[in-house]
Nanobody
Framework: VQLQACGGGLVQAGGCLKL?????????????MGWYRQAPGKQRELVAT???????NYADSVKSRFTISRDNTKNTVYLQMDSLKPEDTAVYYC??????????????????WGQGTQITVSS
């Protein structure tokens, strides 16, 4: 399963951006999807996750500012980012977990990452 993320860019502090990430591939079923980020010199960290039923989880640093959502008909996850701060500057990655199979094969679990998209927030 491949993930394609879109929507990165440069924004001023206090501004907003929306990321999207679409899954594609052969036969698969998506479970949890989420967004992670990695700032220069830091480890990758969780931003937000959402289950297939719509339950969400957020890092404390983004609660009340970011909103994760998904459209199961489009196999797409979104991240609405409001009130952006310079410390939100990072490369943002989408992630999807689920099961997939090739024709005639059994279902197997997968864990896929998108290619990353840069978000830069200027002060």
């Amino acid at each position: 399963v491949q993930l394609q993320a879109c929507g990165g860019g440069l924004v001023q502090a206090g501004g907003c951006l929306k990321l999207s990430c679409a899954a594609s591939g052969s036969t698969y079923r998506l479970n949890d999807m989420g967004w992670y980020r990695q700032a220069p010199g830091k480890q990758r960290e969780l931003v937000a996750t959402i289950t297939s039923a719509g339950s969400t989880n957020y890092a404390d640093s983004v609660k009340s500012r970011f909103t994760i959502s998904r459209d199961n008909t489009k196999n797409t996850v979104y991240l609405q980012m409001d009130s952006l701060k310079p410390e939100d500057t990072a490369v943002y990655y989408c992630k999807a977990q689920g099961i997939s199979r090739s024709f005639g094969s059994a279902w197997i679990a997968f864990d896929s990452w998108g290619q990353g998209t840069q978000i830069t927030v200027s002060s």
